[in-house]
C-alpha cells in the first residue's frame, strides 16, 4: 500500500516571495507522483506528474517539483508566488497497474500581499 | 465544453432520506472515480468503474451503491443517509490504460446532511 504525508497542513508565504510545498511518501513498489491544486469551491486541477526521466518536472502556472527517491520525496517549489496561488494543494501516489489515487491531506498555501 | 460534470453542486437533505448524484465525462474515458473530500479535506477513493464494471471498492458503506449505465456516466445512490456522510464527493475520469492516466475532476457536490 501507498501513503504520502504533506508536512505542512498551512503555509502562509509573503506576495513576489519564493514557496517550497513538501510531501514524502511511502511505497514498496515503484509509483507515479502528482500534484494537484484546488482552488476554493472547485474540483481539483493537475498541476505537474512524475512518470519517469528527469527527476525535475516542470508543471503548468510556474511550479516545479523535484522527485527524490533516496528520500521518497516530491516537494513542489514556485520562485515568486501571486495572490492567485492561494489554495489548497494536494500530493499524489499511484502505483503501477490498476491502482488507486492515494492523496496527501494537503496544505494549504495563503499568500499575502 | 466541461469535461467532468456533476449535478446537484449542493445537496441539503434530512437524515433517513436516499438521494443520488450524477457525473457524466465527455472526455471519452474509459475510467471514472467517485472520490470523498471530508471536512478536514481530506479526499479518499471510494469506487472506480471501468467500462461499466467496478474494479476498486474501498471499504465504503453498502448504503452507497454506484451505478454505471454507459461508460460516460458514473451515478452515485446513497441510502438512508446519515450525518457522517456530509462531504464533498468529486466524481472524476481517466484512461485507465494510458502511462499518463492524469485524472480529470469534476467541480464537486458539496453534501450536507442534517
Known amino acids: 500500500a501507498q501513503s504520502v504525508t504533506q508536512l505542512d497542513s498551512q503555509v502562509p508565504v509573503f506576495e513576489e516571495a519564493p514557496v517550497e510545498l513538501r510531501c514524502n511518501y511511502s511505497?514498496?513498489?515503484?509509483?507515479?507522483l502528482f500534484w494537484y491544486v484546488q482552488y476554493p469551491n472547485q474540483g481539483l486541477q493537475l498541476l505537474l506528474k512524475?512518470?519517469?526521466?528527469?527527476?525535475l518536472v516542470k508543471g503548468i502556472n510556474g511550479f516545479e517539483a523535484e522527485f527524490n527517491k533516496s528520500q521518497t520525496s516530491f516537494h513542489l517549489r514556485k520562485p515568486s508566488v501571486h495572490i492567485s496561488d492561494t489554495a489548497e494543494y494536494f500530493c499524489a501516489v499511484r502505483a503501477l497497474g490498476n491502482t488507486p489515487l492515494v492523496f496527501g491531506k494537503g496544505t494549504r498555501l495563503s499568500v499575502i500581499a | 465544453d466541461t469535461a467532468v460534470s456533476q449535478t446537484p453542486k449542493y445537496l441539503v437533505t434530512q437524515m433517513g432520506n436516499d438521494k443520488s448524484i450524477k457525473c457524466e465525462q465527455n472526455l471519452g474515458h474509459d475510467t471514472m472515480y467517485w472520490y470523498k473530500q471530508d471536512s478536514k479535506k481530506f479526499l479518499k477513493i471510494m469506487f472506480s468503474?471501468?467500462?461499466?464494471?467496478?474494479?476498486i471498492n474501498e471499504t465504503v458503506p453498502n448504503r452507497f451503491s454506484p451505478k454505471s449505465p454507459d461508460k460516460a456516466h458514473l451515478n452515485l445512490h446513497i441510502n438512508s443517509l446519515e450525518l457522517g456522510d456530509s462531504a464533498v464527493y468529486f466524481c472524476?475520469?481517466?484512461?485507465?490504460?494510458?502511462?499518463?492516466?492524469?485524472?480529470?475532476f469534476g467541480p464537486g457536490t458539496r453534501l450536507t446532511v442534517l
Open positions: 511505497s514498496s513498489v515503484s509509483v507515479y
Open positions: 468503474y471501468n467500462n461499466k464494471e467496478l474494479i
Open positions: 472524476a475520469s481517466s484512461f485507465l490504460a494510458a502511462r499518463a492516466d492524469e485524472q480529470f
Open positions: 512524475y512518470l519517469s526521466g528527469s527527476t
